[in-house]
């Protein structure tokens, strides 16, 4: 719900700056908007914008001046992506596997990014940070996801899931070469 209201928001504020919006969905089902131009993105026609004029007499109602912590808040991320693994990669015979999430601007102060593995948390519900290491890596197809978050908790981006497989080998395996015949 907040993702929905966030991206209301930023189109609102977009229509204000008179700017150009491209709404396109990618392979994973996910709806983008941006400014910029994408390929199959859509130019969205937004209505002008709603004002209202104060017909007051100037300073007959002025509540106190209180600072709001979302006025003062830098734009939101205008992407987020797992760099590293590629979506739908298959390794074999691996340890550990290396994490690496990019954010569009750079991740801000304060904003920490979590992972999940198999809608799993993981550094124990933790900020894991741009770069992580996943080890032990378990046999089996899995779906990794980053989620960037701010020091409420409100979520600010939100990576599409990516799949791995992992291969091992098995100790069945009659070939085996740990279990030698």
Excluded at 80 to 102: E, G, M, R, T, Y
Aim: net charge neutral; aromatic share 6%; charged share 15%.
């Amino acid at each position: 719900m907040r993702t929905l209201l966030f991206t209301l928001i930023s189109l609102a504020c977009s229509l204000a700056l008179a700017a150009t919006v491209y709404k396109w969905v990618d392979e994973n089902g996910v709806v983008h908007y941006s400014d910029q131009p994408h390929p199959n993105a859509q130019k969205v026609q937004l209505k002008a914008a709603q004002t209202y004029k104060d017909s007051s007499p100037a300073g007959a109602f002025a509540p106190a001046a209180a600072p709001s912590a979302r006025a003062n808040a830098a734009p939101a991320y205008r992407g987020c992506a797992i760099a590293q693994p590629p979506d739908n990669q298959d390794f074999s015979n691996i340890n550990s596997l290396s994490v690496i999430v990019q954010t569009d601007p750079p991740l801000r102060a304060g904003d920490q990014i979590f992972l999940t593995l198999d809608g799993q948390a993981l550094n124990e519900g933790r900020a894991t940070g741009t770069q992580f290491t996943l080890s032990p890596v378990d046999r089996g197809t899995h779906t990794l996801q980053a989620a960037v978050r701010d020091g409420d908790g409100a979520l600010m981006c939100q990576t599409p899931a990516i799949t791995i497989n992992v291969h091992q080998p098995s100790i069945q395996n009659p070939v085996n070469p740990v279990r030698p015949h």
